[in-house]
């Protein structure tokens, strides 16, 4: 079935350092691809997207391009803040396009 | 910006009894979702729903659960005969469009569910 890898975290980092978040994804048909972030004690916030091949989503400085060649569509930020600390969760499409497929989630946090 | 609202944000209930967690969807949108999150543990979908049928259902979406559009705008999620294990925070969402979900999925903040 249709599954989602993400890198296991918790992933540490002092403020400024730069971010990736690998994901990999199987997926039936064309998913479109999605990033949700999780702050503490909040609900899940779609973060970016891309629909297509070689799309690159941004939002917040962050973004991710989908590599339909790699199953992949990870996450990168260039400089990260002690507010970006949160979970962050790969989610495509899946099957007949009806639901997302979240990854166990990745957890981040930023040191001053 | 709109916004999908869960109510209540927190209930404790006793094993075995039924609850039913409410969700008002933006309005202009047709689909609708139930998801659930363990403690820690990965977002699992439930059910999607769609011009009043279940479009998809998990093998965790069991007997014991229903969905129900009720109105013109709110979608329950009920649990007939809960158990310790199903104890979470259930995620409402609804999304403009179906297919290939374009523009993704608005969640609401969530309803955790505490079950003793």
């Known amino acids: 079935g249709d599954s989602v890898t993400q890198m296991e975290g918790p992933v540490t980092l002092s403020e400024e350092a730069f971010l990736t978040i690998n994901c990999t994804y199987t997926?039936?048909?064309?998913?479109?691809l999605f990033w949700y972030v999780q702050y503490p004690g909040e609900g899940l916030q779609l973060l970016l997207k891309?629909?297509?091949?070689?799309d690159k989503g941004s939002n917040k400085g962050f973004e991710a391009t989908y590599r339909k060649e790699t199953t992949s569509f990870h996450l990168e930020k260039g400089s990260v803040q002690v507010s970006d600390s949160a979970v962050y969760f790969c989610?495509?499409?899946?099957?007949?396009?009806?639901?997302?497929?979240f990854g166990a989630g990745t957890r981040l946090a930023v040191h001053p | 910006e709109p916004e999908v609202t869960q109510t209540p944000s927190h209930q404790v209930t006793q094993m075995g009894q039924e609850v039913i967690l409410r969700c008002v969807p933006i309005?202009?949108?047709?689909?609708f979702y139930w998801y659930r999150q363990i403690l820690g543990q990965k977002v699992e979908f439930l059910v999607s729903?769609?011009?009043?049928?279940?479009?998809?259902k998990s093998e965790i979406f069991d007997d014991q659960f229903s969905v129900e559009r009720p109105d013109g705008s709110n979608f329950t999620l009920k649990i007939r005969s809960t158990k310790l294990e199903d104890s979470a925070m259930y995620f409402c969402?609804?999304?403009?469009?179906?297919?290939?979900?374009?523009?993704?999925?608005?969640f609401g903040s969530g309803t955790r569910l505490t079950v003793v």
């Open positions: 969402a609804s999304s403009e469009a179906g297919g290939r979900l374009a523009d993704g999925y608005t």
């Open positions: 997926a039936t048909g064309y998913p479109s």
């Open positions: 891309a629909t297509k091949a070689d």
């Open positions: 989610a495509p499409s899946s099957g007949g396009y009806n639901k997302l497929i």
């Open positions: 309005s202009n949108h047709l689909y």
């Open positions: 729903f769609y011009n009043n049928e279940i479009s998809e």
